[in-house]
């Protein structure tokens, strides 16, 4: 395996911690994967109080909450793909589920992550806000 296939191998095995971290909205917390300036920002015109930069670990983990805490049904984040993109990014396709108002949906989203010295210094998170579809 040549040094680039090694990095990219590299940042998918640390993106692909991250979801279970999630998953259990983050009762096993894995610092490490972080670097101490992380930043992770997220944008939604339908969330408006959830959007902005959100910094650190514990910035990550009070977003999730919040997204929790907001919907009717809690969140769910059903991962489909990691693709590696150089030595530096991954981009992350999921369907996220909650549920708004009594009504669940599904929401594709992508998330661009940025890896750099063996460690997360930022995320962008992009939803599909156009095509959010009633939970099947």
């Not at 090694?6 to 909205?25: E, H, K, M, W, Y």
């Not at 489909?80 to 996220?96: F, I, K, Q, R």
């Amino acid at each position: 395996m040549d040094p680039s296939q090694s990095a990219q191998q590299a940042n998918l095995d640390l993106v692909a911690r991250v979801g279970p971290l999630i998953a259990t909205g983050f009762a096993n917390r894995d610092d490490d994967l972080f670097a101490d300036d992380f930043v992770f920002h997220f944008f939604n015109p339908r969330l408006p109080e959830l959007a902005g930069d959100h910094h650190g670990v514990d910035g990550l983990a009070s977003f999730f909450e919040r997204l929790r805490e907001g919907s009717d049904s809690g969140f769910h984040n059903e991962p489909h793909s990691l693709t590696p993109y150089g030595d530096e990014l991954v981009v992350a396709y999921a369907t996220n589920t909650a549920s708004f108002g009594g009504t669940v949906l599904d929401i594709d989203a992508i998330v661009v992550w940025r890896v750099v010295g063996g460690r997360i210094h930022e995320a962008w998170d992009i939803p599909a806000i156009n095509t959010v579809r009633p939970h099947r």
